[in-house]
């Protein structure tokens, strides 16, 4: 992969550049913060379950709040690139990569708690959900979110602003590898690998670094979707098909 050319003076509003702090430590700093927001929702008191929600919501403006309008086109926020044919690859590569995920999980691990489908199942609360609404209700409203809210606010983040600024500083490649295992980090604090009981806090070590391992693949095939359309979007489409495959197949398996 080869650097995307910009001006890193051109790249953050004055406001930020001010600061003379560079993008990519910049928005390693926003990363933390948002890092901490996930972890308090997770493990915090039910009431903070809303707080996923708002910082999602948080990542959807990061675009607007840091960059110019130069700096939006140079991660990706415009309708270059985006054709029919493109987004039916892309598509098909999320696709392709959930159910990936989806298999290798099973095959490893099958029914037991070290299968991270199993945390994905049980972070819906599929149980509750199902005792108020038919399982066709319940698909509906877990795909409706997950192909909506996370891949935008996520997409964003990790393949916009974390794989520019880390451009600008280093290479394409090396911005490719951070952000994908920050994408994949950020996950064990909700998805799998991190667990909460009376004892304290728990890590399963091995099934938790092979998340890590499979999300940073998965990230860098959204980077690809992202580098060879020249938009941005259509990593959010790889990212929502993605997650529409997930979801389709723990369904599957696990709802009857």
Known sequence: MSPE???????????????????WL???????????????SAFGPPQARILFLLHILVMWTLPFLFLTRQGRRDVGLC??????????????????????????????????????????????????????????????VIA????????????????????KSFTLRWNA????????????????????????NAAGFHLRLISGALVVLLLAGLGATFTLCRLCTGSLWCAVVAHAACNLAMISAIFLHFVH
């Not at 691990?109 to 066709?136: E, T």
């Not at 409706?144 to 794989?163: C, V, Y």
């Not at 295992?181 to 991190?194: E, I, P, Q, R, S």
Request: charged residues 10%.
């Open 173 to 196: 490649a090396i911005a490719t590898l951070v952000n994908g295992f920050a994408y994949g980090l950020l996950h064990l604090l909700h998805v799998h690998g991190l667990w909460h």
């Open 144 to 163: 409706l979110l997950t192909m909506s809210f996370t891949p935008i606010g996520e997409e964003f983040l990790f393949r916009g602003l974390i794989q």
């Open 26 to 40: 910049l928005f390693l700093l926003v990363l933390a913060v948002l890092a901490a927001a996930r972890f308090y």
């Open 79 to 140: 309708r270059k690139g985006i054709t029919p044919v493109a987004l039916v690859l892309c598509s098909l590569a999320g696709v392709a990569g959930g159910l990936l995920i989806f298999w290798i999980g099973m095959a490893l691990y099958g029914n037991s708690p070290d299968n991270w489908c199993v945390s994905i199942r049980d972070s819906f609360q599929l149980n509750q959900m199902l005792a108020v609404m038919s399982p066709a209700a319940a698909f509906a």
């Open 5 to 23: 050319a910009s001006d890193p003076s051109s790249f953050l509003r004055p406001f930020w550049n001010r600061l003379a702090i560079q993008p």
